[in-house]
């Protein structure tokens, strides 16, 4: 913004009017026009108690570095800690205000947890003004989350230190909580330290300590995908030899990448490995592109895909076939005997519970739903019956019926390929008494009729209550 911008002389003048229409980014870079403004104080002389009103976040933003206004910035600062979420304004509030010296030093915890990324801002002034204290805290703090990402900073941005302030790296791995119990670090967390112990330290006896660990301490890892990612990115030859002298202990214990080290590394592993998994695979293989399988590999699904496929051909008394029961947007469906097992790469509702267990809707035998940080779907698995008749988008009054139904039930359908020309996610079960109910009898004579649920379990919403 220009020192003559409209919405500064605004400002100057003591109105707001224009600001506070502002979406959140723009009155962000408003503040920032106002601490560069040469007529800052003047701006801020008239302006400044609206926008403390009003506004008092970005009033914060436009006066922290002004001693001017220190005892409204250090009152905001304390009252709304959350503004630590901004892991670069924390660096410039730590180098300016003593008080946030005071504050980090007692409130280390909640600053990480508010943005892990502020463990770097913490590390780095507690290096470059002597707070080995803080270090400590973080080495050895009681959330084992925080442990391990300060020791993956620490080896990433600080690799010099690392030696010093780790005397015994995998000793800080494993505590026992005030409750007794032990808890053990992140696997995935440790995996990608022990290939930085690799490339920036070049310390290859500590890396076979941590791999060690690593095989002894999870029943799977991420190991192997780590080692080959960075293989591919940096075309390390140390790394590939590691990979390749352990492969087929990597390839047993992997989470998420047998089929990648299968498709790439097939030489340097045992015949009986490859031949077993293989087998497995085999009636999957050339069903949906090989893509699907490295899909579902790499959300840690593919084990327990062949678990289920296995599980429930045994359990089929109609038919034994495996074969394409169709495909969605984000979905891959395997007709396996009597049952479908549907892989998708993503769900397009995220809440705790994506779906209502209802009459109207195809019963999940089994189900196996993974998650990000943020609770959205990254992978998942559901068995159903196989049900062949779909509902024809002409059969207009009955999918009527089925949704005035779900309607009654307190829930409604985003999804348009119910009742559409392009297609139906409706089917008929085989007879009423499949519905997933307690009590078929009591069921709608609708549709113990034409009794037809919907097999996509996604995009169903509760009402919520009206406000009035």
Known sequence: MSADDPILSELQLGNINTFSQLDNYFKEVI???????????????SCFSKLKEQHPYYAFLMTYDLTEYTDFTKDFFYKSPSILI????????????????????THITRIVQYNFDNTFVILKYAITHNKSEWIKQLIYNDDMLIRVHTMYTIID??????????????????MTSKDGSIQIADESYLSKIAILIVLNLNNIPLYQEFKNFILTNYTSNTLASIIDCYIIVENDETLKKLLITDIDSLFISSKNYKWQLYQHYQEYLSPHLTNDFYNLLKPFINIFPNEVIEGMCTRGLLSKFIELANKYLALSTKAKCITNAGEGTCSYVYRVGDYIIKYSDKKYS??????PNLYLIAKNYEEVINRDSRGQVTGALEVQKYYSKAVLPSEEELLTKWQEA????????????????????????????DADTNDPETLPEWFKKDPIVLVDRDLIYKYKPSSN
């Open 350 to 355: 995220f809440e705790p519970t994506i779906c």
């Open 86 to 105: 901004n892991n670069r304004l924390y660096y410039e509030l730590l180098e300016l205000h003593p008080w946030v010296v005071s504050y980090t030093a």
């Open 157 to 174: 941005d600080f690799p010099r230190l690392f030696t010093k302030l780790y005397p015994d790296p995998l000793s800080v791995c494993k």
């Open 31 to 45: 503040c920032d026009s106002v601490r560069t403004n040469p007529n800052r104080l003047k701006i801020l002389s």
């Open 406 to 433: 779900l309607r009654k039930e307190g829930y409604y359908l985003v999804d348009n390929l119910v009742g559409q020309k392009v297609g139906s996610n409706c089917y008929f079960l085989d007879d009423y008494h």
